[in-house]
Structures are given as C-alpha cells and as structure tokens.
C-alpha cells in the first residue's frame, strides 16, 4: 500500500514538473528569440549607420564577432560575407527578410541558414544606396536550453522525489494504521475515518444476518436432532464424501459410534463392506437395500441419495431391526411346516381304519377298535384344529372379544369344575382354594389359561397325583397358581415348553391327547393381559406354573 502510494504520488509530481517545464521551456524560448531579435535589430542598425558612413572599409575593419554580417547589392548579390566569400554565395534577393526589407525597409526572418544549416534569426535593413545590410545570429536551439536545465531538474526531481517519499510514508500510515486496528467483531464501535463508515456499516449488518441465519439454522439442527433422536429407527445423513452429519441415538448405538464421529468418515469409523457398496450405490443417484447383521441382529439399511440439481450433495442411511420379523417369519414357516405334519399323521391312521373298514376285511369283533380309533384321532383332529384356531386368533390380537371386569377365582372355579370329570378318570385329586381377585380381561382368555394349566397338571400326573389351583389378590395384581405333583419338567426343556408343538414327552403327549400348542395358546393369552409366568418345575416332584394379572386396565 505505501509503495503504491508513493509511486503514485512520485508520478504526480513528475507530470506535474514536466508539464509545468515544458510550459516554462516555451515561454523562455519565446522571451529568449524575442531578445535575442531585438538585440539583432539594434546592432543591424549600428553596423548600417557604419556602412553608410565607410563603406566596406568598416565592414572589414571589424572585429570577429559572434554575429555574422551580410552586405547585399541591390540586386542581390552579396558585396561582403563575414563568414563566406563573397563571390561563394548565391543572390540573396529572394532571402524573406531581404523582401521584406525591400517593401519596408526593415525585414526580420527566423529559418533554417542555406548556407549554415543551423536555425538562425535575421534582420535585415534597406539602406539610402539600396543595398542591404543584415545581421544573424544561430539561434539558440531548445535541446541546448533543455540541457543547460538538465542538473537543476535533476535536483527538482530527487527532490520530489523525496518528499513523495515522505508524503507516501506518512499517508499511507494515516491510511492503513486505522485499518489495522478494526475491530472487526464490533464494526460500529470502530472510530476510523468517516469514508470507512459504509463499509464498516456494511459489516456489521452483514454480521448481524450471517448470526440470524446461524441461530436460525441451529434452532433447525436442534428441532431435526430432539425429532430423530429418539427414533428406534437408526438414521445416519452423510455428506457427499461418506463423512458424517448427522447421526442419531440408534444409529451410534448399532454402529457402536459416539457421538465424536459427527465429521468423521464413516467407513474409517466402523467398515462393513455392505455399507461401502450401499454408499456408493447412494452417491451413483440411485436408493439401495441391503440386509447387514450385526451382533446377532439382523438389519435392513435402506441408502438413499440427497439430490440437489440432479447432483448427489449427500446421503440417508436408515436402519430398521428386522430382527423379529425374520423371526417371526421363520416360526411362521416352521409353525406351517409343524401343522401340516401334525394334521398328516391322524388324518393318515383315520384313512387307513376307514379303508380296513370299507374293505370288509375286519372282523366284527375288531370293528369297535378301528372304529374308536377313528374317533379318538378325529378328536384329537378336532383339539388340533381348534388350537391352532385358537393361536392365529391371538396373534391376530383377539381383537373381537371384549374385555371386561373378571373375578378370577370364579372364573378358575367354573373352569376347575369342567375338568372334574377329566381329574377323575385320571385319578388325580383336582382341588381349588383362594379369593374373589378381579382383572380387567377377555374372560373366554383367561377361562383358557386355567384349562391349559390344570389340564396340564392332570396329564403329566400319577393316578393318585394333585393338582392345587390358587387365587390370591394382591394390592397392584391378582396371582394364579397351579401346583400338581406330576411328572415334573426338566430344568433345561423349562424355557422351551412355550414353543408351538414343544413336547418334553411327544409319545406321553400324544398319548394323552396333547397338541403341543396348549402353552403357546397360555402364554399369547398371558401377554395380551400384560400377565407375567414363571414356572418351577422338578423331575418326580410336580410343577407350579404361576401366571401374575396386573389389575390396572389394560388398553385393548
Ligand atoms: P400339550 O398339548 O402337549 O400338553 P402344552 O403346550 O400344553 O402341550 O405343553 C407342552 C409340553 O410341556 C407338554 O408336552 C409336556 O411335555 C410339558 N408339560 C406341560 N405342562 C406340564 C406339567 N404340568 N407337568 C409336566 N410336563 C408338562
């Protein structure tokens, strides 16, 4: 900045000096020609008095001087040259100052000398003879004055030079000091120079926008963060490069990210080469799918491109837990595949009783037998089918019955009092002791979850064996407890019984009309009421399957 300044002033003062000098070197020339004329004019008239009075005499009797002097016939002819012969020099009649002295006496030229080649002044006079006598001079050129001027216009100019010098030095100093100093965080507070102030005006209100849009999109990043945050739903949003944005709570818990990888490249953080080709899917335009397990689990991650322009600026990872759906799907399959094959073996012994009997190929006496066992698997058909009715029917939610206000130990009294006869020709002792507890509940539910328990216990039993049912009402829930001295289940099978079709026991299970679904059916009622089961179960010694109501009401 100094250094434009001084040049800049530097160039100033020499236009300035130089137009200011070329102006001077006119004038003087000008002033110095007239002078330097007039001088002619007055010595011309001197040397004419000389020769009117002496003739060439005192012309010749003159000493050398700077001034030549030319003594011209009336015809033309030079009668005497101080610097030429005479006889050497042309008619001079035509000369512009003799012409002019030939019409008024006196005549005056300033040209190129013929003769000399140098630029000169004459004058000219006319005198009582006719004949001319004329004086010139070489005239003193502007390239002569312009170098006699030459050392003081060296020293102008290193004067000037120096003093822009200084000027700059110091202007730029006032100039750029102030500048130097700005507060730029605080414009107005600035006391520079008034030009500055629209520009400091300038910053402060472009300040004041920039900080607007900054708080607005903060306020934006919160309200997007508190509204993904909490999503069970992973979101990750990249930019172009794959580095991280944004990343939600979900998100960082499965892809074990804290929240410090915010900038950070994600492939760097946790790589998994599904999610590379997902992203390079994303930045191609395209949205891509891809199943990722990840610790047990398994995941749809679904990379989607942010388009601006038809240009990819970003990307949006999202991750959904298929994990229970892939589940679900697969006890679907299995629970299919189980059906068909439990469906198939009575309907198989059903087929071949029938077509023994249609053949007339059993004796009377065994027709009974075939005939029972048609019927026993026809039930057992029947206990089947009902079941599974019974199960898709709670995992649609059971949606159609009504609950209501359930006193659960009448209820588990009018579901004991239907198994009486069952108890007794297995011999077992079936007995039932508690209080009124009431349950918000679907009573059809509930009446299940007691025939499923007590039928249980009287299956599994010795004849001579007990089966306990107990009602007891506590503050916040009511229990129902059912205890038989049967068969016991081992402590590893225990979590398994729950299972469609699970059998400790199939033989046993199939011998006592078992469906392997009477459990699963205890325990989709059970979740429907919020209820929680706990077994205790030891080989020989009996089982208790206790189920705990929550009283509160349960929303459908
Ligand atoms: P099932 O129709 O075969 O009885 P469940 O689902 O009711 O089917 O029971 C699953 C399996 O659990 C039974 O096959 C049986 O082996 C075992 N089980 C259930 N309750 C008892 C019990 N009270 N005592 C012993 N074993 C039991």
């Known amino acids: 900045m100094t250094r434009r300044i001084f040049w800049s002033i530097c160039l100033v003062a020499i236009v300035v000096l130089l137009a200011s000098l070329a102006l001077n070197l006119s004038v003087v020339y000008d002033y110095f020609t007239k002078s ?67 019409d008024s006496g006196a005549g005056q030229s ?40 030459l050392k003081p216009l060296g020293a102008i100019i290193l004067t000037a030079l120096i003093i822009s010098a200084i000027l700059a030095f110091q202007l730029s100093r006032r100039l750029v000091q102030p500048l130097n100093t700005l507060d730029l965080d605080h414009p107005m507070e600035c006391k520079a120079y008034e030009e500055l102030s629209p520009f400091l005006e300038r910053i402060h209100s472009q300040q004041t926008q920039l900080k607007q849009q900054e708080a607005q999109l903060k306020q934006k990043k919160r309200e997007f963060e508190a509204a993904t945050w909490n999503m069970t739903e992973g979101l990750v ?36 080469p599904e999610v590379d080709q997902l992203i390079q899917g994303a930045r191609s335009g395209e949205p891509c799918e891809k199943t990722v397990q990840i610790g047990g689990g398994e995941y749809q991650f679904l990379a989607s491109p942010i388009l601006t322009g ?31 094959h439990e469906l198939k073996t009575p309907l198989q ?89 009431e349950i918000i509940g679907i009573p059809q539910l509930l009446s299940g979850i ?17 089966v306990q049912v107990f009602v007891e009402s506590l503050p916040e829930a009511a229990r129902l407890t059912v205890q038989d001295t049967g068969i016991g289940i081992p402590e590893s099978e225990q979590e398994r019984i729950f299972e469609r079709f699970y059998r400790v026991d199939k033989s046993r299970s199939k011998a006592v009309g078992g469906t392997g679904l009477g459990l699963s059916i205890v325990k989709h009622s059970a979740r429907l009421h919020d209820a929680t089961i706990e077994v205790q179960s030891h080989i020989k010694q009996g089982t208790t399957i206790t189920v705990t109501f929550p009283k509160g009401e349960k929303q459908p």
């Open 349 to 437: 012994t059903i087929s071949g009783c029938a077509e023994l009997l249609s053949s007339g190929m059993v004796q009377p006496a065994d027709v009974p037998r075939f005939s029972g066992q048609i019927h026993a698997e026809s039930k057992r058909l029947i206990a089947l089918v009902e079941d599974i009715i019974g199960l898709s029917h709670l995992d649609e939610g059971a949606r159609d019955m009504q609950r209501e206000t359930v006193d659960l130990f009448a209820l588990a009294q009018n579901t004991v009092e239907s198994l009486r006869p069952a108890a007794q020709a297995a011999g077992v002792e079936l007995d039932i002791q508690g209080e009124a507890a």
């Open 110 to 149: 300033i040209r190129l000398s013929e003769t000399m080649n140098v630029e000169s002044l004459y004058y000219a006079l006319r005198l009582e003879d006719g004949t001319f006598i004329r004086l010139s001079a070489n005239q003193q050129s502007r390239r002569t004055l312009l170098l006699s001027m």
């Open 36 to 102: 330097q004329m007039n001088q002619l004019e007055m010595q011309t008239h001197l040397a004419a008095q000389g020769v009117q009075a002496d003739g060439l005499e005192y012309l010749s009797a003159l000493p050398d001087a700077d001034n030549r002097i030319t003594w011209i016939a009336a015809d033309g002819s030079v009668l005497f040259d101080t610097e030429n012969q005479s006889g050497s020099l042309g008619n001079h009649l035509e000369r512009e100052e003799i012409r002019e002295a030939l």
């Open 450 to 466: 007691v025939f499923n328990l007590c039928d249980n216990g009287i299956k599994y039993n010795h004849p001579g064996g007990k």
């Open 237 to 272: 949003i990249l930019n172009q490069h794959g580095n991280i944005l944004s990343i939600n709570r979900s998100a960082s818990q499965l892809l074990g990210i804290s929240g410090y990888g915010v900038g950070k490249d994600l492939l760097l953080l946790n790589y998994s």
């Open 310 to 340: 038809g240009k990819v600026f970003g990307i949006a990872l999202m991750m959904f837990d298929i994990t229970e759906k892939q589940k679900a799907e697969a006890l679907r399959r299995e629970f299919s595949a189980n059906v068909s």
